[in-house]
């Protein structure tokens, strides 16, 4: 069933197409979301950060399963590069506010961890999420022509 799920093209398509969205929220969140942490963002973009952690986790979940050997997922380089992506959303927007729920419940401080400097950094990690780009543009190498074409065309 997951290998089903996998290897289906509209399952690909949609996540594509789900990268592609990601990315454009990644812009606007950069642009328009002032907040240091998770917790202290607007709705929507908590909202959208938790969306798109479900989404991602899960088609990490269905390429996982559908593997006949699990450790033959370490021989493929694109899930060990969506693997550390994942790993890395998972681990700023769900544990990282856990952690700054229990620390924010512990000393009755509403904004959780004082300095948040270590927390600016986490945020400009977000933005190596862009890096998933990296997969649409393998699949729709058309994209690639047109991004190198507008780069020629800026140079002129």
Do not use: Y
């Amino acid at each position: 069933l997951w290998r089903e799920i996998a290897l289906h093209p509209l399952f690909e398509k949609i996540t594509l197409g789900v990268i592609a969205v990601n990315a454009i929220w990644i812009g606007v969140d950069t642009d328009h979301n002032s907040a240091d942490t998770l917790l202290q963002a607007l709705p929507v973009f908590q909202f959208a950060e938790h969306c798109f952690c479900i989404f991602f986790s899960f088609e990490w979940f269905a390429r996982f399963m559908s593997l006949r050997r699990k450790r033959d997922g370490c021989k493929d380089f694109w899930f060990v590069f969506d693997s550390s992506l994942v790993l890395m959303m998972v681990l700023e927007t769900w544990l990282l506010t856990f952690i700054m729920l229990m620390s924010s419940s512990s000393t009755g401080d509403a904004g959780g961890m004082g300095n948040a400097s270590i927390l600016r950094m986490a945020r400009l990690a977000r933005l190596s999420r862009m890096a998933r780009m990296a997969r649409l543009l393998r699949a729709m190498p058309e994209l690639m022509i047109m991004i190198k074409g507008i780069a020629a065309a800026t140079r002129s």
